[in-house]
C-alpha cells in the first residue's frame, strides 16, 4: 500500500514524498484511515515502527481547516520526556510545512515567557509535557475546553514516571466531546484501564507482539565479573564497526562516570541523564545526531522513541531492571528496515533481571566470550541477594569512609610524632636538671604589695546583715507612719455646708433694671 491510498492531503503526501517515504509502516497503514474518520484509536507496537508518523500525518490533516484562538488550542499531545516532546514538534515542522499550521512546545528547563506569548497568538497543535501544562493551566495562562484531538504517546512509559495522576487531572479539563488517540509499546493491565477510561469505542490496532524486539538487530551478551565490565565495554567498542552508539546505565551518577572514563581512553563519548539542564541536554543531543559526538552515554531518559537515523550500536553496560526496557533500549538501533546490533554486560549478579528478560522475548540472548577476560557464571537467587546486599554495604562504608579517615587521620599525625620522641629521650640520657637552689634568680620580677589583712568572719556577716537592717528600719517607720494616719481625724465641712453648694445648677433668669432698682430701694 502507498501513502497516496490512505486518504492524506495533498499537502501532506507532498510532504511525505519530499522525505523519500512512499510505502507506510504497518502500524500507519492501519491506524492512520482511523484516525482520519474521527475514531478513538488504541495502537500497541514496538518501538521504531513509526507511531509518530502514524497520528501526526493524519491530524496536520484533520487541522488543515480552523483556526485557533488565543490561550485555546485545538489539539494536545502529551509526551513523557522533553527529548520526545522536541521530536514530535520536528515531524510536525517536517510533515506540515506546506500548511500554516502553528505549533507550540511546553516543557520544563525553558522559560514561561516565550511559551506565553505563543499561547497567546493562538496554538492549533499543542505539545507538552504533563508537568509543564499544569503549571501553565494554574497560572491561566491556557484553556483547554477547545481541544478537539488528544494524543497521549508512550503511555507505559507515562506510567513508570509516574505521570499517570497528572493525565488523569488534564484529561478531566478536556471537553467530552473530542478524539482520543492512545499510543504504547506495551499494554499491561494499567495501561489497559486507562485505555478503558479515556476511549470511547476505540479502535484496537496491534502490529506486533507487545514488548517484542525487532528482528533487525542482532542481540549479544557478555558476562563478566563487576570490575571488569569496563575492559570489556572498551574491547568491544574496539573490535565493532561502531559509527554511533547508546551506551544506556542504570543510575544517573554512573553515566558521568563511565562517559569520564571512556574519555580518558581516548573515546569521543557525551553524557546524558534527567539532572543535566534542559539546554544541556538539548546541545548534547543535537551534537549526537550531527556526528560531533561518538557515543551517548544516557539513562533511560533516550530509551523511549528518540530517532537517531543510523544509530549502529546500543551497549547496555548494566542489566535494566524492568525487562521491557530492554527492548525500548534496543530498538533504538535496527530502525526503519537498517541493521543493528545491541550488546549487553551482565554481571553474576545480574540471573533474575535476565531470566525476565528472556521470558519478555521469548528467547535467551546469545553469550559471547572477550578473549583475555574471565567469563563468569550467574549466581542463584539466594547468592545474588546476599551479594547485593553486600554491595550495598559497600558502598555506605566506601561513602562514610572519607569522612573518617579524616576525622582519624588528624590524631595519627600526632601520634607518630610523640612516639617518635619518647623513643628518642629513651635513647639519649636525660640530662642532670639543676636543683632548685642552683636556678638563676630573675631579677626583673615586680615586688608584690603587701596584702591586707582578712577582716574576720564576724566583721564580714555583720557587714553583709547592714543592708538588711536598713530594709528593715525603713519597713517599721513605715508601719508607725499608716497607723498614726489611721488614728487623725478627717477635716471637712461638717454640718456647716457653704451656701454655694447648694445652690441649683440651673443658670437663673436675668433680672430687668426697674425690678432691680425697686428691690435696691
Request: glycine residues 6%.
Amino acid at each position: 500500500m502507498l501513502f497516496s491510498e490512505l486518504g492524506l492531503g495533498p499537502d501532506v503526501l507532498r510532504a511525505i514524498e519530499d522525505k523519500g517515504y512512499t510505502q507506510p509502516t504497518p502500524i500507519q497503514e492501519q491506524a492512520i484511515p482511523w484516525v482520519l474518520q474521527g475514531r478513538d484509536v488504541l495502537g500497541c507496537a514496538q518501538t521504531g515502527t513509526g507511531k509518530t508518523a502514524s497520528f501526526t500525518l493524519p491530524m496536520i490533516s484533520i487541522l488543515a481547516s480552523g483556526r485557533a484562538r488565543a490561550r485555546m488550542p485545538r489539539s494536545l499531545i502529551l509526551e513523557p520526556t522533553r527529548e520526545l516532546a522536541a521530536q514530535v514538534a520536528e515531524s510536525f515542522e517536517t510533515y506540515g510545512k506546506h500548511h500554516k499550521l502553528s505549533m507550540a512546545l511546553l516543557i520544563g528547563g525553558e522559560t514561561f515567557t516565550e511559551q506565553v506569548k505563543r499561547l497567546d497568538r493562538g496554538v492549533d497543535v499543542l505539545i507538552a509535557t504533563p508537568g509543564r501544562l499544569i503549571d501553565l493551566f494554574e497560572r491561566g495562562n491556557i484553556m483547554l475546553n477547545d481541544i478537539k484531538v488528544f494524543v497521549i504517546d508512550e503511555a507505559d512509559r507515562m506510567l513508570d514516571m509516574g505521570f499517570i495522576p497528572d493525565i488523569e487531572r488534564i484529561v478531566s479539563k478536556l471537553p467530552k466531546q473530542r478524539q482520543t488517540l492512545f499510543f504504547s509499546a506495551t499494554m499491561p493491565p494499567e495501561i489497559r484501564r486507562l485505555a478503558d477510561a479515556f476511549l470511547s469505542n476505540p479502535k484496537e490496532v496491534t502490529v506486533a507482539p507487545p514488548a517484542s524486539p525487532s528482528e533487525t538487530v542482532t542481540q549479544a551478551m557478555v558476562l563478566v565479573h563487576e570490575d571488569d565490565k569496563r575492559k570489556a565495554l572498551r574491547h568491544l567498542l574496539r573490535t565493532e564497526d561502531v559509527k554511533n552508539a547508546f551506551i544506556f546505565c542504570n543510575r544517573k551518577r554512573d553515566v558521568a562516570i563511565l562517559q569520564k572514563s571512556l574519555e580518558s581512553h581516548g573515546f569521543n563519548a557525551g553524557a546524558l541523564h534527567g539532572d543535566m539542564v534542559q539546554s544541556k541536554r538539548t546541545e548534547t543531543l543535537e551534537a549526537f545526531k550531527k556526528g560531533e559526538i561518538t557515543l551517548l552515554v544516557c539513562s533511560d531518559v533516550a530509551a523511549r522513541g528518540l530517532d537517531v537515523q543510523g544509530l549502529s550500536h546500543v551497549f547496555n553496560f548494566d542489566v535494566p531492571i524492568s525487562a521491557e526496557d530492554y527492548v525500548h533500549r534496543i530498538g533504538r538501533t535496527g530502525r526503519a528496515g537498517r541493521m543493528g546490533r545491541a550488546f549487553t554486560l551482565a554481571s553474576p549478579l545480574d540471573g533474575k533481571q535476565v531470566s525476565a528478560i528472556g521470558r519478555l522475548i521469548k528467547r535467551e540472548i546469545p553469550l559471547i566470550a572477550i578473549d583475555g577476560l574471565e567469563s563468569a557464571e550467574f549466581l542463584s537467587e539466594d547468592e545474588a541477594r546476599r551479594g547485593r546486599s553486600r554491595g550495598r554495604a559497600k558502598d555506605k562504608e566506601r561513602g562514610d569512609r572519607a569522612p573518617r579517615e579524616r576525622a582519624e587521620r588528624p590524631e595519627r599525625e600526632d601520634r607518630a610524632p610523640r612516639e617518635e620522641r619518647q623513643a628518642r629521650e629513651e635513647r639519649q640520657p636525660r640530662e642532670e636538671r639543676p636543683s632548685r637552689d642552683e636556678r638563676p634568680v630573675r631579677d626583673d620580677r615586680q615586688p608584690r604589695e603587701e596584702r591586707q589583712p582578712r577582716e574576720s568572719l564576724a566583721a564580714a556577716e555583720s557587714r553583709r546583715q547592714e543592708p538588711r537592717r536598713d530594709r528593715d528600719r525603713d519597713r517599721d517607720r513605715r508601719r508607725r507612719r499608716d497607723e498614726d494616719e489611721d488614728d487623725t481625724p478627717v477635716i471637712g465641712f461638717g454640718d456647716h455646708m457653704p451656701a454655694f453648694m447648694l445652690r441649683s445648677a440651673r443658670r437663673p433668669a436675668p433680672i430687668e433694671p426697674a425690678e432691680q432698682s425697686s428691690q435696691e430701694g
